[in-house]
């Protein structure tokens, strides 16, 4: 079907737009094949807006009858109106609200019609990022930052006892793992298929880290197939005794409780008994996942936009989003794994039961606060597209609505978006340590849910082979690495270390990320007078250095950083 089929009416003239804090705009309104596009030509000024309808997430209208009487008339109002017209009030997936008042009743109906038609088209080939053609990149450009056979050749430090295995070349293996992937030496392919055949979706224990100073490893896998019966796969034990010597002791962290461990093994899953698996030692470390996870950033999400200013009920709808309690159990998790590696110099493997969302979360997090070179701008970006686009989460069913959505909850989970809020915790806890600032989260979070870039599009690189994604369109990790977008993303205050970074948890240190869920609030304006602030701060040292650089007087690197900080909690107060 063509785009023009879905749009009823194209363009309308005289539409008024509301946004948060702008007064009102009279213009035209014009509905493309995947964009808004909304246009002010008054004489003191021309503007215009631009939205992308995959990042519309819910449309509400209002209209008058056709004999032009109020649908809902207030009290005493009677009479016949002049003429007919309506309101569509946009939600987005970013979380932004827009009204369209639009005169004439049909116009509004055909508008909303066609808005909610394009901006729910589930064929990935007719999504905008397969049209997306921007002129400072060509689909000739290398695709990504890195392969596992990229990963595997730069670390001689795993030659003796890792291998690359192309086992899954064909996909046959497992869907939603790569083609290559790093696993022990000693373990042959034919071992690797039945092991897989052992675990939830095929995904068997496959290296994702390897601690630069001890050796000792991370791997990920989804949950064995044990069922009731407790059933065992002897070449699944073997992959796992082959990663440590017989005299170590390696642990596993599941990420579900022990009860539904349990529970998992009446519907065929399971965990690793201790009796089959002896050198690893299990430990359960509960995370919410799927519907729950969700419902909680939708409660988040409204008292975010509650209008009432009421501290009070304030504070209790966002202790009853339970949204800061996940933070705290995804970054108190990925701190264990961290800690067994870094201080007790264990071996790790994380699981839960598909592998594809807290998994890839508590590895991630671990990853950062063990690596130095995950806390780089591109280090960061590397490791999104090694454990989150190569590794199989799938994206286009977790992001395919977001928190204003009417439809009924599927399989949509904001596992993305629970990392970076992690993530903006360790930076707002360690300022210097991550190269990238907060802009960067805030682009990839609104990137996962609609992008003009091919990268989260699809839930595992199968798929995206067999559309043809890396072919047409273009990867977003390599346009943010472009001269012109890097200089957006980074921290200035970056001061690399190569000691591990651990994250407060306690109540007092996690707060709401009131970037991304305050971004379209009053206090928005008040946070970007204080980022501009922080920038006036940083372009005066940068003269102020230069020049005592030329005098030879040392520089105060010190107070110019207490400054900044000292906003930034000003910041966090507000």
Known sequence: MEFSEHIKTANVEDVVLKLPFQPPMRGTLCVTGHHLLFSDRAEEREWQLLLLLRNIDAVEKSVENLLGYPQHPKAGQSQRTTGSSGTIIIKCKDLRILQLDIPGMEECLNIASSIEALSSLESITEMYPFFHRPRELSLNDPWGLSSPEQDYVQTE??????????????????????????????????????????????????????????????????????????????????????????????????????????????????????????????????????????????????????????????????????????????????????????????????????????????????????????????????????????????????????????????????????????????????????????????????????????????????????LGVKENTHCLFQFLLRCSEREKYINPLYEPTELAIWPSVQPQSLQLWTGLFLRWTEHAETMAEAREEIWTIIKEHRERTGAEETTHTPPTHRDTFTAVENLMDELTIL
Request: hydrophobic fraction near 35%; charged fraction near 25%; proline fraction near 4%.
């Open 157 to 466: 430090r795993l030659w003796d006892r890792w291998r690359l295995s192309k086992v899954n070349s064909d996909f046959s293996v497992c869907p939603s793992y790569p083609g290559a992937m790093i696993v022990p030496r000693t373990v042959d392919d034919d071992a690797l298929v039945k092991a897989a055949r052992f675990r939830q979706g095929g995904r068997f224990p496959v290296l994702c880290y390897c601690h630069h100073r001890n050796s000792m490893v991370i791997m990920r896998c989804s949950q064995p197939m044990t069922g009731a019966n407790r059933k065992r796969c002897r070449e699944d034990e073997l992959l796992l005794q082959a990663v440590i010597d017989e005299s170590e002791l390696g642990y596993v962290i599941d990420t579900r409780s022990a009860q539904q461990a349990q529970q998992a093994r009446m519907t065929g899953g399971g965990f690793e008994s201790k009796s089959f698996y002896r050198p690893w030692r299990r430990i359960h470390r509960h995370m919410e996942r799927g519907k729950v996870l969700q419902e909680s950033l939708i409660k988040l999400v409204e008292a975010c936009g509650d209008p009432s200013h009421n501290m009070d009920r304030w504070l209790s709808k966002l202790e009853n989003s339970k949204w800061l309690s996940h933070v705290h159990s995804a970054l108190s998790t990925a701190g264990l794994v961290a800690e067994c590696v870094e201080r007790d110099g264990h071996s790790v493997l994380v699981h839960g039961s598909d592998g594809t969302d807290t998994t890839l979360l508590v590895t991630s997090l671990a990853q950062v606060i063990l690596d130095p070179a995950s806390r780089t701008f591109r280090g960061f970006l590397q490791l999104l597209e090694r454990e989150w686009v190569q590794a199989g989460h799938p994206f286009q069913q977790r992001c395919a609505r977001s928190a204003h959505s009417h439809a009924r909850l599927r399989q949509e989970c904001p596992s993305f978006v629970l990392l970076l809020d992690c993530m903006w915790q360790i930076w707002r806890q360690f300022p210097l340590a991550l190269e990238f600032s907060e802009a960067l989260l805030l682009r990839l979070a609104q990137e996962a849910y609609a992008s003009d870039y091919g990268t989260f599009l699809c839930n595992n690189e199968q798929e995206r082979c067999t």
